[in-house]
């Protein structure tokens, strides 16, 4: 696809992308924003119980877990 330059346009063409892309804009289904926060918080509960980001990792498995101290005397 071409890189149009918006400078080099005309009024008119500017006005006619602009009506193409309203067009296209229009044939989008919508949702509630109320109906799509139910269903987001619904999934991120689904997977509460394995997301790592809520329950933590465990020591056996943390990769960071520190193997050992530092004594500096």
Do not use: H, W
């Amino acid at each position: 696809m071409p890189v149009i330059n918006v400078d080099d346009l005309t009024d008119k063409d500017k006005a006619v992308m602009e009506v193409e892309q309203l067009r296209k804009e229009v044939k989008l289904e919508r949702a509630l924003v109320s109906k799509c926060c139910e269903e987001i918080q619904e999934y991120i509960l689904a997977g509460a119980d394995d997301d790592t980001l809520v329950k933590g990792i465990s020591e056996e498995k943390n990769p960071f877990k520190e193997k050992g101290g530092c004594v500096i005397s």
